[in-house]
């Protein structure tokens, strides 16, 4: 992740590192709000251990442990896409390093290493590996590819895309591979806010994005074409795609399941 396209030069993407004082908080509260939902599944699992044999008993405490301190933490930041209790109170976001969203597999291992490092060490390394890493990444940040950044509430929309006239014959038979989540998000934030940034940023940050993209598109654009207009056009380009290819899924669903509710070998529906 290049620092300066994120944060630098007045281009605001949001991922500005969490403090180690926000961070702190947050996971007080979500260590809190653990240990409540904790106290009250092992209560529940201590009335069904009574009735068990000491193994079956032993078996069913240790699968409450796993589900309070890695199933839910797990659960919880990939369906918020890293947003648990105490985040969302203190305004910060868990995100890849490449600025996307965090999936399953993030969550589970930041939750598997957080036994360790938050549990059975008191968060003592998990202290340790913030303090010393200059974007105060626990042990399970660094293993999973992640870190804390801080969400800004109140933030206006930004403005909506449109293609360029110039360009659209060539876009729309151009071949757009895919493009990495960080590098289409700060692509479609400079375009938001290049007007506010100071001219040479915006000459440099335009044209490094836009030569950044351009290995991802071919041909390339026609000789000429400003950076600016370059990205507009394949940003544009790649949202009507991903929007049409969208809208074809959600018919096709729909014919199945109309088909899934016929009668079969091709008797007709019943007339009312």
């Known amino acids: 992740m290049r ?12 991922a500005r590192p969490a403090s180690f004082a926000t961070r702190m908080l947050g ?12 106290t009250a599944v092992l209560a529940l699992a201590g009335n069904i251990i009574d009735e068990l044999d000491p193994a079956a008993g032993a078996a069913l405490g240790i699968t409450a442990l796993v589900i309070v301190t890695i199933v839910i933490p797990a659960t919880v930041e990939t369906l918020t896409r890293g947003r648990s209790l105490g ?62 950044v801080r969400v800004r509430g109140g933030q206006r929309a930004l403005p909506p895309l449109f293609m360029p006239p110039e ?14 989540d960080g590098v289409a998000l700060a692509a479609r934030q400079f375009l938001g806010r290049a007007e506010k940034l100071h001219q040479a940023s915006r000459v440099r940050l335009g044209t490094e994005l836009a030569a950044e993209i351009e290995g991802y598109v071919a041909p390339g654009p026609p000789p000429g074409t400003h950076p600016e207009r370059f990205l507009a056009a394949v940003l544009t380009e790649r949202r009507d795609r991903e929007y049409a290819h969208a809208m074809r899924a959600a018919s096709i669903a729909r014919s199945e399941a109309l088909l899934l509710h016929r009668l079969p070998h091709a008797v007709p529906d019943p007339v009312d």
């Open 167 to 180: 360009l659209a014959g060539w876009v729309r038979a151009a071949d757009i591979r895919r493009l990495p």
């Open 3 to 14: 620092d300066e396209i994120l944060i630098g030069e007045g281009v605001v993407l949001d």
């Open 27 to 38: 996971a007080l509260i979500d260590v809190a709000a653990l240990v409540i939902v904790g």
């Open 87 to 148: 985040k969302l109170v203190m305004g910060i976001r868990v995100v890849r390093d490449d600025g996307g969203p965090v999936r399953a597999r993030h969550a589970i291992i930041r939750a598997l290493v957080g036994v360790l490092e938050m549990w059975m060490t008191a968060g003592g390394i998990a202290l340790m590996t913030s303090l010393a890493h200059p974007q105060g990444k626990r042990l399970g940040d660094l293993l999973a590819g992640t870190y804390a």
